[in-house]
T-cell receptor, first 116, second 109 residues
């Protein structure tokens, strides 16, 4: 149980375009979802926390107008990278926490974004 | 400020035992996690400690001392597939995870 999927697994896009990444909890309801970014050889960096039906809370330094997060249902959150630039190229990982657990996060497999 | 420290890289021999240390300073404490992350993949959960002491789970054990702000992950009977990064993370007062930079473990035959 507790499976989280992400789509797409990898994407290459041109500079200036927008990319949407989906995160789904397949067998549980995720009251909270987290979006992380990880650059090569670095640790996870939390970008934002989203609760179903409410606006996401962004970490300091993360542009909310550039990284649009929508947590429309208890099983789906989306991250849209708008007007992507090469420096946005990274590994984006989502995780989800169910309402029954205060602490454990279940991670999606990640999405590798390359902006050319 | 909040801080998680762990060694950047460690090397060990197949079949041996290795201990990966983690020290932390956070605002509030609701438990410490260890995750394993293979290159290009998302982290996978290994252990969770919220009380002092040792938690054993197969070849992996995790220890916590809250008074010292210290934890370690102990891996026994190392296998080549254990080569990965090991991430220490602490849940703060809001249950938000504060992540260490990870320890890259290299296993040699």
């Amino acid at each position: 149980g507790a499976v989280v999927s992400q789509h797409p697994s990898w994407v290459i896009c041109k500079s200036g375009t927008s990319v949407k990444i989906e995160c789904r909890s397949l067998d549980f309801q995720a009251t909270t979802m987290f979006w992380y970014r990880q650059f090569p050889k670095q640790s996870l960096m939390l970008m934002a926390t989203s609760n179903e039906g409410s606006k996401a809370t962004y970490e300091q330094g993360v542009e909310k107008d550039k990284f649009l997060i929508n947590h429309a249902s208890l099983t789906l959150s989306t991250l849209t990278v708008t007007s992507a630039h090469p420096e946005d190229s990274s590994f984006y990982i989502c995780s989800a926490r169910s309402g029954t657990s205060d602490y454990e996060q279940y991670f999606g497999p990640g999405t590798r974004l390359t902006v050319t | 400020g909040q801080n998680i420290d762990q060694p950047t890289e460690m090397t060990a021999t197949e079949g041996a035992i290795v201990q990966i240390n983690c020290t932390y300073q956070t605002s509030g404490f609701n438990g410490l996690f260890w995750y394993q992350q293979h290159a290009g993949e998302a982290p996978t959960f290994l252990s969770y400690n919220v009380l002092d002491g040792l938690e054993e789970k197969g070849r992996f054990s995790s220890f916590l001392s809250r008074s010292k702000g210290y934890s370690y992950l102990l891996l026994k009977e190392l296998q080549m597939k254990d080569s990965a990064s090991y991430l220490c993370a602490v849940a703060d007062s809001n249950y938000q995870l504060i992540w260490g930079a990870g320890t890259k473990l290299i296993i040699k035959p």
